[in-house]
């Protein structure tokens, strides 16, 4: 039996030490610059690893991250770790009850957007010289996959990108991120089955079928039975007040853990059992959006670079760098996504404008591409070249979105943001203390101007949008909006509260400044660029604190004019 010794131990400790620190503060300065952190921490692998320190210092290199195989497998089980709760982080993610209200559009987008990229991505693959296949006898399967890791999106890159835009909570937002959710849940299906269908000795129609109805059956539980069941639970944690966030934390992990060895146990992957149980349990009404928040901010603060950079340790970048593939999963993923969604969404109501940045949202492989490489490139279902290439076309796509996504955000005509704000529609002091009454309340200032009509529609109308997807956003601020056919101008609605009401909000502060906004149900244009310039303004700590000096709607309104009068925002 061997034993861990103290070299073991140290070499660990500096090792993790130097993968975390790296990856850690050089993701924050790639956050800076408005590019994915993902990217940073790769780069920090390859400096590490053989590419380039292992190259040029090899002696230091075998002495930091020595080749023998219990300290390969210290490392190698923390990043194990890492990626099944990165994997439970992301099912947090995804809202399954948002996704299955937007069904009708959401599922147009997602069904072509695996379909088509999957037909486009699957014919270069089955035409590529047998060089770059391990297996040419299995050269369907590795189609098969490749086109399953080119398909995938990344959800996690779309929704910060949108984030940074300030249109994550519009309706538009909604609508991105339901696609999205259906697409990785779809995505993840198909994997499972491709795994499956490769690691088996001897795949038969029997075997497949029984893989596939398990895959199947245990997925139906966990989004149907699994959802109501671990609602009830975190229910029941809440109205025993035990010590929160930590009992919620333990449970979603061992949820987690639970379903892992369920899905390992049927044959499919523990990943896949880790994703399902995150979309079980975040379909969950009383689970704070602290909590998610904090489980998130520990799984993307240590698990995550640690994994991403501890890729860049077992490859040699430069020695299995080929232009010709990274090229194929590049070029033909982008695009096959970007025609797939687009496709979609012609089959929708959507705005032309729209329509081109939902595409654009849907094309980042991301972390979750490179998850499936890993995968494949462990179970030696691909060469070390293809799996560079996968890294790096997610690594391109990533990078692309952000400026892309911009421009297709904020390429529509100029309007003045100030004409949909009034002087009296501003409440200085709401009476409400809690998130309910505190809307009604704007509402009815709402039905107070001219054109708009009673309360009761408008208060309902806005309370169904808050129940799909919170909008409580940081820093106190709520953004609550519908679009109604009654409502003829878009309009904003302000209201402060000075004691601060509960809204749920990701840094689990209280709401001080809510802004109701209220468009015609087909102006969807007003709502995006409203939202993205108050959610702007507002990350202005000056502005937050004028406001909230502020002694009356007159001096709040002085302030917003002066924050807003040369905020200009482009409309088709």
């Not at 037909?119 to 770059?132: H, M, Q, T």
């Not at 998130?296 to 890729?311: T, W």
Request: include cysteine.
């Amino acid at each position: 039996m061997s034993y861990l010794s103290e070299r073991n131990i140290l070499i660990f400790l500096v090792q993790f030490f130097l993968l975390l620190g790296l990856a850690r503060g050089l993701g924050e300065l790639f956050r800076k610059i408005k590019q994915p952190s993902l990217t940073a921490e790769i780069l920090v692998g390859v400096v590490l690893g053989p590419t380039i320190f292992g190259r040029f210092m090899p002696e230091m290199f075998n002495v930091i991250f020595p080749q023998d195989a219990i300290q390969l497998n210290m490392l190698e089980t923390v990043s194990w770790l890492g990626l099944l709760f990165f994997l439970l982080v992301v099912g947090l993610e995804v809202d399954f009850s948002s996704a299955w209200r937007q069904r009708g559009d959401a599922l147009k987008i997602a069904i072509t957007d695996i379909v088509l990229p999957l037909a486009i991505s699957i014919l270069p693959w089955l035409l590529i010289p047998d060089s770059y296949l391990i297996n040419p006898g299995q050269r369907l399967v590795f189609a098969l996959f490749m086109a399953t890791a080119m398909t995938i999106s990344a959800m996690a890159i779309s929704a910060r990108a949108l984030q940074d835009l300030g249109v994550l909570k519009t309706d538009l937002g909604l609508l991105i991120m339901s696609a999205l959710s259906v697409n990785d849940m779809i995505g993840w299906l198909i994997f499972t089955m491709v795994i499956s269908l490769f690691v088996s000795s001897a795949p038969n129609i029997t075997h497949i079928l029984m893989v596939f109805a398990a895959t199947i059956g245990f997925a139906v539980f966990c989004l149907t039975l699994g959802r109501i069941w671990a609602g009830k639970i975190i229910n029941k944690i809440k109205e025993q007040q035990m010590p929160e966030p930590a009992t919620s934390l333990t449970f979603i992990c061992l949820v987690g853990l639970v379903c892992g060895a369920i899905t390992q146990k049927l044959g499919i992957q523990a990943l896949f059992g880790f994703f399902l149980a995150g979309i079980m349990v975040g379909g969950a009404k009383s689970l704070s959006e602290k909590t998610r928040q904090t489980i998130s901010q520990m799984v993307f603060a240590v698990f995550v670079p640690l994994y991403f950079a501890g890729i860049g340790l077992r490859l040699d970048f430069f020695q299995n760098f080929n232009l010709f593939l990274v090229v194929i999963v590049s070029v033909i993923g982008i695009l096959a996504r970007f025609a797939g969604a687009w496709l979609g969404v012609n089959f929708t109501t959507q705005s032309k404008s729209n329509r081109l940045s939902i595409a654009i949202a849907h094309t980042p492989g991301g972390p979750m591409q490179i998850v499936l490489g890993m995968l494949a490139w462990q179970y030696h279902l691909i060469s070390e070249p293809v799996f560079v290439a996968i890294i790096c076309g997610a690594v391109i796509s990533s990078i692309v979105l952000g400026p892309w996504l911009s421009h297709s955000i904020k390429n529509r005509k100029e309007i003045s943001i100030l004409e949909f704000f009034a002087r009296n529609a501003i409440l200085p002091d709401l009476k409400a203390g809690e998130r309910d009454v505190a809307i009604y309340e704007l509402c009815e200032m709402a039905a107070e101007q001219e054109s708009l009509p009673l309360v009761e529609p408008l208060y309902q109308a806005v309370i169904k949008r808050e129940e799909v997807l919170g909008t409580a956003l940081e820093h106190g601020v709520a953004v609550p909006h519908a679009r109604l056919d009654l409502v003829k101008k878009p309009m904003v609605v302000i209201g402060r509260s000075r004691g601060g009401i509960e809204w749920n909000s990701p840094d689990g502060k209280p709401t001080h400044f809510i802004f109701l906004i209220l468009t015609p149900q087909a102006d969807d244009e007003a709502q995006i660029q409203l939202l993205a310039s108050i959610a702007k303004m507002m990350l202005n700590v000056k502005n937050e604190q004028l406001i909230m000096a502020a002694k009356d709607q007159e001096e709040i309104w002085t302030v917003l004019q002066g924050a807003l009068s040369s905020r200009m925002v482009k409309k088709r």
